[in-house]
């Protein structure tokens, strides 16, 4: 079955501290690779994805992933937290359509 | 980047009554589009995929008769919820892509925050 794993439902970092947000997939091939930010009642915002090539991809605000296909996982990080970042995290695969994560809300103290 | 963009973004309608969502690719033609359901703090769930000029692909469990996807443009995409229920009430998605995934992205619209009374 295909499925997208995103273990952690709440994550709370101090602001300036790092972030690793884990996500994990079940698929018959290797897919695409996505991460979304999402805010309160607002749409998905790409914030990097990975079809081929290098495993280290970058995205925009300072975000970046790697792919490891030996561990089937996606983890997002970024050196240095803001503020700003505190929303919805989705992690999503597929190749002709998307399956989402569950999502891991990041909350950001200062 | 490209836009997508969705109409209304909230909406409040009685139960037995229609109402229908505009999803719109403002600076591109959109090939295929989607619709995803979000419920409260859970993930999207994908309910259909429309192709320009076909029919859209349902998802299992979501009944076609009741979600009518009309893709009649390159750039306009709709979902009518007919005869809503308050078990309806939900955030409604969109996204549009150009080309394939892998050779491009899917852009998302802001949402559709639809409530049912």
């Known amino acids: 079955a295909q499925s997208v794993t995103q273990p952690d439902i709440h994550i709370t970092v101090s602001e300036g501290a790092s972030l690793e947000l884990r996500c994990n997939y079940s698929?018959?091939?290797?897919?695409?690779l996505f991460w979304y930010v999402q805010s309160p009642g607002q749409g998905l915002q790409l914030l990097l994805k990975?079809?081929?090539?290098?495993?280290l991809v970058q995205g925009i605000k300072g975000f970046e992933a790697e792919f490891k296909r030996s561990q089937s996982s996606f983890n997002l990080r970024k050196p240095s937290v803001h503020w700003s970042d505190a929303a919805e995290y989705f992690c999503?695969?597929?190749?002709?359509?998307?399956?989402f994560g569950t999502g891991t809300r990041l909350q950001v103290f200062p | 980047g490209a836009v997508v963009s969705q109409h209304p973004s909230r909406v409040i309608c009685k139960s037995g009554t229609s109402v229908k969502i505009e999803c719109r690719s403002l600076d591109f033609q959109a090939t295929t589009m989607f619709w995803y359901r979000q419920f409260p703090k859970k993930s999207l769930m994908l309910m259909a995929t429309?192709?320009?000029?076909?029919?859209?692909?349902?998802e299992q469990g979501v009944e076609k008769d009741k979600f009518l996807i009309n893709h009649a443009s390159l750039t306009l995409s709709t979902l009518t919820v007919t005869s809503a229920h308050p078990e309806d009430s939900s955030f409604y998605i969109c996204?549009?892509?150009?080309?394939?995934?892998?050779?491009?992205?899917?852009?998302f619209g802001q949402g559709t925050r639809l409530t049912v009374v």
């Open positions: 429309s192709n320009e000029g076909s029919k859209a692909t349902y």
């Open positions: 996204s549009a892509s150009r080309g394939r995934m892998g050779d491009t992205e899917a852009f």
């Open positions: 999503a695969v597929g190749t002709d359509k998307l399956i």
């Open positions: 698929y018959g091939a290797t897919p695409y």
């Open positions: 990975y079809f081929s090539g290098d495993t």
